[in-house]
């Protein structure tokens, strides 16, 4: 069965500063990995997936992650937070092959600090 | 276009009452996935249906949870009867394909069974 590891609770970061949430993964065969944001009282949001190719992925916002498959990890970097980027964000994996189930963490909180 | 549209947003019952939760996915898309979230715990699938067929059913908690997708375009997730252990926030996801293709995610429902 996949499973999520976000081994942090909450990320403090200054404002400017660059952002790391880390994520790691077990998955049977290749992964397809994704992060997704929540803000308050809204649902989840996709930010953007490895599926192939390219070990860094861009996707919104100024988000990106680099997947590093020795590691079996997909941690979320943006090189200039904001404000406005405190949020939940969490991490999911799927196996390339057979069931379509996200496995998630359980989120890390981001609070940007201005 | 729309994104996926959960009703209500909010439900309070008292325990062994009924309780439906319903999911409007984007149009269009043949994929719809429920997940459930206990407080401060991970999101957990709960199924999945293509079309009006559950494809993968296995994170259903037990026989008191019923989902149904009649004509294969909204979906409702019966509880019947309700246990305080129910409570949580339940999410209604949506995907165009099956393979690669992320899963757009509604607003949650949230369940509090007292």
């Known amino acids: 069965a996949q499973s999520v590891a976000q081994p942090e609770d909450q990320v403090n970061v200054a404002e400017g500063n660059p952002l790391t949430v880390k994520c790691t993964y077990s998955v049977s065969g290749n992964p397809y990995l994704f992060w997704y944001v929540q803000y308050p009282n809204r649902g989840l949001q996709f930010l953007l997936k490895?599926?192939?190719?390219?070990?860094l992925v861009k996707g919104s916002y100024g988000f990106e992650a680099e997947f590093n498959k020795s590691q079996t990890s997909f941690h979320l970097k943006k090189p200039s937070a904001l404000v406005s980027d405190s949020a939940l964000y969490f991490c999911?994996?799927?196996?390339?092959?057979?069931?379509?189930?996200?496995?998630f963490g359980k989120g890390n909180q981001v609070v940007v600090i201005p | 276009e729309a994104g996926v549209t959960q009703f209500p947003s909010h439900s309070v019952i008292e325990k062994g009452q009924t309780v439906t939760l319903r999911c409007d996915p984007i149009?269009?898309?043949?994929?719809l996935y429920w997940y459930r979230r206990v407080m401060g715990k991970e999101i957990k699938f709960l199924l999945h249906?293509?079309?009006?067929?559950?494809?993968?059913e296995s994170g259903m908690p037990n026989n008191r949870f019923l989902a149904e997708r009649t004509g294969g375009t909204y979906s409702t997730l019966k509880v019947q009867p309700a246990e305080l252990e129910d409570s949580g926030v339940y999410f209604c996801?949506?995907?165009?394909?099956?393979?690669?293709?992320?899963?757009?995610f509604g607003p949650g429902t949230r369940l509090t069974v007292t």
């Open positions: 490895y599926i192939t190719g390219d070990n």
């Open positions: 999911a994996v799927r196996p390339y092959y057979g069931n379509n189930r996200l496995a």
């Open positions: 996801a949506s995907s165009r394909g099956s393979d690669s293709y992320e899963q757009y």
């Open positions: 149009s269009g898309h043949d994929n």
């Open positions: 249906f293509v079309k009006e067929s559950k494809q993968d």
